[in-house]
Structure formats: structure tokens, C-alpha cells
């Protein structure tokens, strides 16, 4: 009995004593180690992934590191307890809600009975509540609650005084006729034709003077001869 076991136990040593087997044999720790190493890279990563702690990452991929070579099951237990959402899918998730709710914002409907109503609506045809006005200035629809057009300006509380400042232009002038033009003109050229008009007179008034002569001696402003 003993000679079969010492037999079986040289066969078996000569087995793994060969050098094909141990290269097998290391091939295949090399490769455990490197799964095990791999593991804890993964659940490192996948957890960067899911939470936005810096330390659960590291905390999780020690964990794995400690218990993958006497529980082999450890990643399985990570999988089964991590987040199962990725941050990157919670994003996504609410800029999704987020687009949905502004959706739903746009549409209008009439306070008073919530039904849809169209936006260029004044009135709501169903309970007859007012949506919208006109604006005076421009005609555009505005809200009710605005307190300014914002197409034109027209300021709604001060309906007194314009909301703008008017352009400043240059009144045009009236046409004369030919009959008003002529009395003005004439007007107007009197006070520069006045001297003209007294030098002529005093001219004429020189001319039709009698000068004193000898002949006649006795015109005014004649004198004697001596």
C-alpha cells in the first residue's frame, strides 16, 4: 500500500514538476490575478460613473480587492447594491422632464374654465373671459397684465402723455396768393423807397423854383444890382 501511494505521489509530483504543466499552471494565476486587479478597476470606475462622492469609488474597489479571493461573488453583491442609475442617465432624465414641463407651460388655456384656448384669442369662446387686448397705438395683441405695448411703447397707465418722445419737424410754410403776396411786398419795399422818394421831391421842388436873373429882377429871391 504504501509503495501505490509513494507511486501516485511521484506520478503526481513528476506531473507538476513538468515544464509544460507549470507554465499552465502560472498562465493561470497570472490570469486570476489580473481578473482580480481588473475587478476592482471596474467597480472603481463604474462607480465614478453612478455617484458624484469621491470617495465611494475608492472605498468600493478596496472592498472588492479584500473579499474577491475568498468571495468570488463580490462583484455580484456590488452589482446587486450599487445606484442604478449612471449620473449621466439622471441628467438625461431630467432635461427630459424639464422639456416635457416647458411643454406643457406653453400651452395656454383660459383661467376661468382651463380649457385651450389659442394664443392670438381675445376672448375664451366657451366662458366669454377676456385673454388679450388690442393696443390702441398699433393694434397688436398684448396681455392684460402688461403695463406697456412692447411692439410700440404706449405706456397703458399713463394714457395722458405719450409714451414717446414725437419727432421734431419744420412746419411748412402757407403759400400766398398773388393778392396777398402783392400788398406785403409792397409793404415791405415802402420804408427802403421813402429817401428815393424825398430826394425826387426836393428835386422837383429846386427845378420849378425861379432862379434870379438880371432880366427880371423882381422874382423872388432876386436881389437888386447895385
Same mark, same amino acid.
Given at each position: 500500500?504504501? !509503495?501505490?501511494?509513494?507511486?501516485?505521489? @511521484?506520478?503526481?509530483?513528476?506531473?507538476?514538476? &513538468? #515544464?509544460?504543466? !507549470?507554465? $499552465?499552471?502560472?498562465?493561470? /494565476?497570472? =490570469?486570476? $490575478?489580473?481578473?482580480?486587479?481588473?475587478?476592482?478597476?471596474?467597480?472603481?470606475?463604474?462607480?465614478?460613473?453612478?455617484?458624484?462622492?469621491?470617495?465611494?469609488? =475608492?472605498?468600493?474597489?478596496?472592498? $472588492?480587492?479584500?473579499? /474577491?479571493? $475568498?468571495?468570488?461573488?463580490?462583484?455580484?453583491? =456590488?452589482?446587486?447594491?450599487?445606484?442604478?442609475? @449612471?449620473?449621466?442617465?439622471? =441628467?438625461?432624465?431630467?432635461?427630459?422632464?424639464?422639456?416635457?414641463? *416647458?411643454?406643457?407651460?406653453?400651452? @395656454? %388655456?383660459?383661467?376661468?374654465?382651463?380649457?385651450?384656448?389659442?394664443?392670438?384669442?381675445?376672448?375664451? #369662446? %366657451?366662458?366669454?373671459?377676456?385673454?388679450?387686448?388690442?393696443?390702441?397705438?398699433?393694434?397688436?395683441?398684448?396681455?392684460?397684465?402688461? &403695463?406697456?405695448?412692447?411692439?410700440?411703447? @404706449?405706456?397703458? +397707465?399713463?394714457?395722458?402723455?405719450?409714451?414717446? +418722445?414725437?419727432? *421734431?419737424?419744420?412746419?411748412?410754410?402757407?403759400? +400766398?396768393?398773388?393778392?396777398?403776396?402783392?400788398?406785403?411786398?409792397?409793404? %415791405? *419795399? *415802402? #420804408?427802403?423807397?421813402?429817401?428815393?422818394?424825398?430826394?425826387?421831391?426836393?428835386? %422837383?421842388?429846386?427845378?420849378?423854383? !425861379?432862379?434870379? &436873373?438880371? !432880366?427880371?429882377?423882381?422874382?423872388?429871391? &432876386?436881389?437888386?444890382?447895385?
Amino acid at each position: 500500500m504504501d !509503495q501505490v501511494l509513494a507511486e501516485i505521489g @511521484k506520478a503526481v509530483g513528476g506531473f507538476f514538476g &513538468s #515544464p509544460i504543466v !507549470q507554465f $499552465v499552471l502560472y498562465s493561470i /494565476l497570472a =490570469y486570476l $490575478v489580473v481578473l482580480w486587479l481588473a475587478s476592482a478597476y471596474w467597480v472603481f470606475r463604474d462607480m465614478q460613473q453612478r455617484t458624484e462622492n469621491a470617495i465611494l469609488p =475608492y472605498l468600493a474597489a478596496s472592498l $472588492v480587492i479584500v473579499f /474577491l479571493p $475568498v468571495f468570488p461573488a463580490a462583484v455580484f453583491v =456590488y452589482k446587486i447594491i450599487r445606484p442604478h442609475e @449612471k449620473i449621466g442617465e439622471v =441628467y438625461e432624465r431630467n432635461l427630459a422632464e424639464e422639456a416635457l414641463l *416647458a411643454e406643457v407651460e406653453t400651452i @395656454k %388655456t383660459c383661467p376661468s374654465c382651463s380649457r385651450r384656448v389659442n394664443e392670438e384669442w381675445i376672448i375664451c #369662446p %366657451t366662458c366669454r373671459t377676456r385673454l388679450n387686448r388690442v393696443c390702441a397705438n398699433c393694434g397688436r395683441l398684448v396681455g392684460l397684465d402688461w &403695463s406697456l405695448c412692447a411692439w410700440c411703447g @404706449k405706456d397703458f +397707465e399713463r394714457s395722458d402723455v405719450a409714451s414717446y +418722445e414725437p419727432i *421734431a419737424t419744420e412746419m411748412p410754410r402757407p403759400i +400766398e396768393s398773388p393778392t396777398t403776396a402783392a400788398p406785403a411786398a409792397a409793404a %415791405t *419795399a *415802402a #420804408p427802403a423807397s421813402e429817401p428815393a422818394l424825398r430826394s425826387s421831391n426836393r428835386a %422837383t421842388t429846386l427845378r420849378g423854383a !425861379q432862379l434870379p &436873373s438880371p !432880366q427880371n429882377p423882381s422874382a423872388p429871391g &432876386s436881389y437888386p444890382e447895385p
